[in-house]
Every structure is written in C-alpha cells, then in structure tokens.
C-alpha cells in the first residue's frame, strides 16, 4: 500500500498518518511528490517503512505507475484532497483496484489565479471519474473541500483523525509536572505552524486584551513569522515583558497543553486540527476560531468554545476567562468515549484499507530516488 504527500515534514495530516500506520504494525511505502526528503522521512525508515521521492509533474505519471505496479500495490491512499489527479492517473496506469483520495482542509490553501483554478477543475473531475473511495476528515472537509452532496455518493465517508490520549496525557503530565495552577494567573497556549492560515497575529492581539484586564501569560508553540513578530512588538509597551514566550519549535507540546489553563485558535482554515483533539485529550478547554471542524468537535467532546473571526478581541478575551473554569476531568472523559480516538481511528482505516484480515505488506525500511 502507498500514501502519497506532498512532504513529508511536521504537518497535521502527515503526523496524525504515520502515527496511525506505526499503531497498526504493517509496513507502507511513502511517496513525497515534491522529490524532496522531508523531516519524518528517517522516523519512517526506521519504523520499517519505505519512501520514495518523485517531483510531481505530467512526466512522473508513468514512473510513479511503474513504481506502484513493481511494488505490487494495490491501495494507493492520496492525501492531497482536489489535487490529487497526477498520483491517482499513475494508480489507474498501474492497475491498482483501490484508490483513496483524503480531503483534510475546508478549502484550498495559497492565492488563487486564474490558472491554479483550471488545474484544480480539471483535478477535481479526475478525482470524481477515477476515486474509488473519498474520505474526509470531517463533514465540512468534504462538504467545502469535495462537493456539497457528497452523502449522496456512495464512495464518500468520514474518518476522524485519531489521537492517543494515553500516550498524550503521559507526556503532558510529565513534561509540566512543576507547573502550579494558580487560580488568579490565565495561562493560554497558542500553537501552530509558520502559515497565514494560522492568524497567530491575531491570537496575539487577543491575548493582549486578555493581560489587559487579567494577570495572563501565553506560550507561543511553533516557529512564527514576521507578522507575529511585528504584532508581539505592537503590544510590548503594554503587556508583554515575562508573560508572553515564543517557545519555537517543539516536540513536547502535550506539555504545554496540559500546563495551559486554555487553548487559543485563531485560523482561519482547517480540516480536522489536530492541536483541538490533543488539548481535549489533556482535559485542556479550547476556544477557536468558529471553523467548521472545531464546530464539529463540539458536537462530541465538550469544552471547546467557538468565537466568529469578526468578534471583538474583547469578546474572545471573555470566552478565555470563562474557559479556564471548565471541568478538566469531563472533557478528559468526554474526549475517551467520542469518535477521536486512536482505536476508533485505527479500526476504520483498516476496514477502509482491506487490511482487517491482518494480510502481509510491501518490504520496508528503505529510501528512493524516483
């Protein structure tokens, strides 16, 4: 079986897969159709997998059909959503019986011009012409990502990504074990990529309406650009000082949700975040942006607060103050008994995979040029 990613670094999508394919025991291959090596490419290899690099264009069509053919594949899993047109025409060259294409975000990233829009119409019909199976991972995935109607198509289903909230709440625990809850103190943790998409800026801002009236402090989790960094300064005449800290890049962040008092979300696109699930799974309240994934969440887990993008900073400062007062133990226990687990997860990926008979897969652990 293959999954195919644009990357293979330290996105939501690619973590929450090789999180799932490592609890699931069987050997993958991995095509990164950038042609370049990303950052889990070495945990891949050494978790037995193999990857290949082929820079995606109307060329490698035949070589990613070659690959797929000599590997004797026959699922191939796109992660690409409305773009997945180039490895889905190589699966059909290649004689492979299932294809699933995965739509992880409400809509299509980056600015649109007139020629992105044809490439991604024409990918669109490819997908509905050639997909065997269509999976989002939420309804609102499928519903601004795919079409819709998409309940009428019978190829389409949901599946959740799954979180391991055992695992989760062991590094979180662990990881801030000194921190001391202080009824007065509002700590919120905002965490993310460096993405526009990500309106960290404006968490920022929100954040400073919070300090402006409540002793709070923020942890900013996640590499932040120049516009977060130009907002951070814009505020430090007020609030700042010692409250505020870029963290950076980490991989503890179960520490700082479970130190956190709350969550703070403030994208403006997104699929299923997989940030929300962790925060819940620590028993950690979230206030977000009104997505329609988070508003799905909330329909199962509680805890989690929806503010409109368009509301005051003041409106979202109030939702944090109310937020740090929930009951940690119900959302912890809210999250064990809804769709979000790693079990549930698992069982619905290997059904949607053929895999539920445990049948043997590719060789792994290796690395290829393509």
Not at 77 to 90: K, N, R
Request: net charge positive; hydrophobic share 45%; glycine share 8%.
């Amino acid at each position: 079986m293959t999954h195919f990613f644009s990357r293979l670094n330290q996105g939501g999508a690619e973590l929450r897969t090789i999180e799932l394919v490592e609890k699931s025991e069987y050997s993958f291959d991995f095509v990164a159709l950038s042609g370049e090596g990303g950052s889990l490419e070495p945990r891949l290899i050494e978790g037995g997998h193999s990857v290949f690099r082929c820079r995606q264009s109307i060329r490698s069509i035949m070589r990613l059909a070659r690959l797929m053919r000599d590997r004797n594949i026959r699922v191939a899993h796109i992660h690409l959503g409305a773009a997945s047109a180039l490895p889905l025409l190589a699966a059909v060259l290649a004689g492979v019986r299932k294809r699933v294409v995965h739509f992880r975000s409400d809509t299509v990233g980056g600015r649109r011009t007139l020629a992105k829009s044809v490439r991604l119409a024409a990918s669109r019909a490819a997908v509905g012409m050639f997909a065997t199976d269509i999976v989002g991972v939420s309804p609102g995935s499928l519903s601004s990502g795919w079409r819709a109607r998409w309940r009428s198509d019978p190829r389409c289903r949901v599946i959740p990504n799954g979180i391991d909230a055992g695992e989760i709440r062991e590094k979180g625990a662990k990881g801030s074990s000194l921190v001391r809850r202080d009824d007065a103190l509002i700590r919120v943790a905002n965490v993310g990529r460096v993405d526009p998409d990500k309106n960290r800026a404006r968490a920022v801002r929100i954040w400073a309406a919070l300090a402006r009236e409540h002793p709070a402090s923020m942890d900013l989790v996640g590499d932040i650009n120049e516009d977060v960094r130009a907002t951070i300064h814009e505020v430090a005449n007020e609030v700042v000082g010692p409250y505020l800290r870029v963290v950076g890049d980490s991989s503890d962040v179960p520490s700082y949700l479970y130190a956190a008092d709350v969550l703070l979300v403030t994208s403006v696109r997104e699929g299923l975040p997989g940030v929300v699930l962790e925060s819940l799974a620590c028993g950690t309240p979230v206030v977000s942006s009104a997505l329609p994934g988070v508003e799905w969440i909330r329909e199962s887990v509680p805890g989690v607060t929806v503010v409109p993008l368009e509301a005051r900073d003041e409106d979202w400062a109030a939702a944090l103050v109310s937020a740090k007062f929930a009951d940690r133990e119900a959302i912890r226990n809210g999250f064990d008994v809804g769709p979000f687990t790693m079990d549930v997860a698992l069982a619905n990926f290997l059904d949607l995979w053929g895999l539920s008979n445990r049948t043997a897969l590719s060789r792994g652990g290796e690395s290829y040029e393509n």
